[in-house]
């Protein structure tokens, strides 16, 4: 099992208030964002109070579920954009995930979106993982994140099920086995 690592809500707050501010100073205007489901959905809507762009998503299958770390052998589309809606047409969009960990999912739903007619596609993630990447993004595409962290196990305050129970795990210390 790997090392876990605890966020509060504010935690995240602030991270996503420095997301906004390098999306904000990168000079490129983003028309939207289209929110990675499920981790990138809480993100987007959190950016969205600072860069007031609407958002949209993509679902995808790639990981088994929480709990064992498993990945499938291949990605699959469960909602997708398609068609394209046409006031995203030549637009600049924002893609948005929680977490840049195996870049898989992260390098998928960029490649399939570039095959549409799209203005500047950026990448935004809440975290990013110092690790070896599966993934390849495209060249090019400007990539913002929030927060840079080792390759731990991420919890989120959206899947506690006691947030005063994670609240109090990261505050003694963010990182145990």
Not at 37 to 55: K, T
Not at 63 to 69: G, K, R, V
Not at 93 to 117: H, M, N, P, W, Y
Request: with cysteine; charged share 25%; glycine share 8%.
């Amino acid at each position: 099992m790997p090392e876990k690592i605890w966020y509060t809500y504010d935690d995240i707050h602030r991270a996503i208030r420095n997301l906004a501010a390098k999306v904000q100073a990168s000079g490129t205007a983003y028309d939207a964002m289209i929110a990675i489901g499920g981790g990138g959905f809480i993100p987007a809507r959190m950016l969205r109070c600072y860069l007031n762009i609407p958002i949209y998503a993509v679902t995808t299958a790639y990981y088994l579920n929480d709990a064992d770390y498993g990945t499938r052998n291949e990605i699959s589309k469960i909602q997708w954009l398609d068609p394209l809606p046409q006031c995203l047409k030549g637009k600049n969009v924002l893609v948005v995930d929680e977490v840049d960990d195996s870049r898989v999912t992260l390098e998928f739903c960029l490649r399939e979106l570039q095959k549409e007619d799209l203005g500047v596609i950026g990448v935004a993630v809440l975290h990013e993982k110092i690790k070896a990447k599966k993934g390849v993004l495209p060249e090019g595409l400007p990539y913002f994140s929030g927060l840079v962290t080792e390759d731990l196990w991420i919890n989120y305050p959206w899947d506690a099920e006691d947030i005063d129970a994670h609240n109090a795990q990261a505050a003694a210390g963010k990182a145990s086995a």
